[in-house]
């Protein structure tokens, strides 16, 4: 378990997979007494939540070969793995995945085919939706990128106005991309996940809490 204070009103618990750490988030000024209180109150809530995290099955590591299932924007494909010489690729095509590769590629070559795949294809996504979220939030950020992180779906650095953005949300369904996307641009309205930042998410993205809950309950691989 792990204690962070910051500014914030109330006392938070989370809990993440794959091994159900708990992470608190109090008040600076709040007492180690009062965390300690809270955390004995909601041990049932905790031991609740972490027994169905645990409980889930372990994530199926994918070979990259074919009938390997491949997650792309919520939706899930048949891989089809075609070795032949020349041109490589990946594309979508009657409902499977097709990857094809140069014969006896290896298991890393086929991966790092998909990430560049799943990179371009959040890149042709991602400037609509700023298109669209940029003037309602009144907001413009000077920089974009998308990169591999372990633990969060998004950043943002207020100074440089950047924001990056998980490549893993392009295995889930596009309205998470957008919850990612709107509430790192609200960071740029409000640093904190203070009350003002959360009545901002209220006007723009009212149904934000049932996204949250569908990505915290994603395990980030």
């Not at 809270?38 to 031991?47: E, K, S, T």
């Not at 957008?178 to 006007?203: C, G, I, K, P």
Request: hydrophobic content about 40%.
């Amino acid at each position: 378990m792990t204690v962070q204070k910051k500014r914030v009103k109330n006392i938070n618990l989370a809990i993440y997979p794959p091994d159900g750490r708990i992470r608190v988030s109090a008040p600076i000024k709040c007492s180690e007494e009062t965390i300690s209180a809270v955390i004995r109150a909601r041990l049932g809530w905790i031991n609740k939540k972490r027994a169905a995290l645990l409980a889930r099955p372990s994530q199926v590591v994918v070979e990259m070969v074919t009938g390997d299932t491949i997650d792309f924007f919520g939706q899930r494909y048949p891989l089809v793995v075609v070795e032949k010489s020349g041109t490589s690729g990946l594309q979508i095509s009657n409902g499977t995945m097709e990857l094809t590769v140069m014969p006896e590629s290896s298991t890393e070559k086929k991966v790092s085919m998909l990430n560049e795949w799943y990179r371009r294809q959040l890149q042709l996504a991602i400037p609509d939706l700023l298109a669209q979220w940029q003037p309602k939030i009144g907001v413009t950020v000077n920089d974009w990128r998308i990169r591999r992180m372990k633990s969060r779906w998004g950043s943002c650095n207020i100074l440089d106005r950047h924001i990056w953005l998980n490549l893993e949300l392009a295995k889930l369904s596009p309205v998470c991309l957008e919850y990612v996307l709107v509430h790192e641009l609200t960071h740029l309205l409000e640093r904190y996940h203070n009350a003002r930042f959360w009545s901002f998410m209220d006007q723009f993205l009212p149904h934000w809490r049932e996204l949250r809950r569908e990505l915290k309950s994603v395990q980030i691989t």
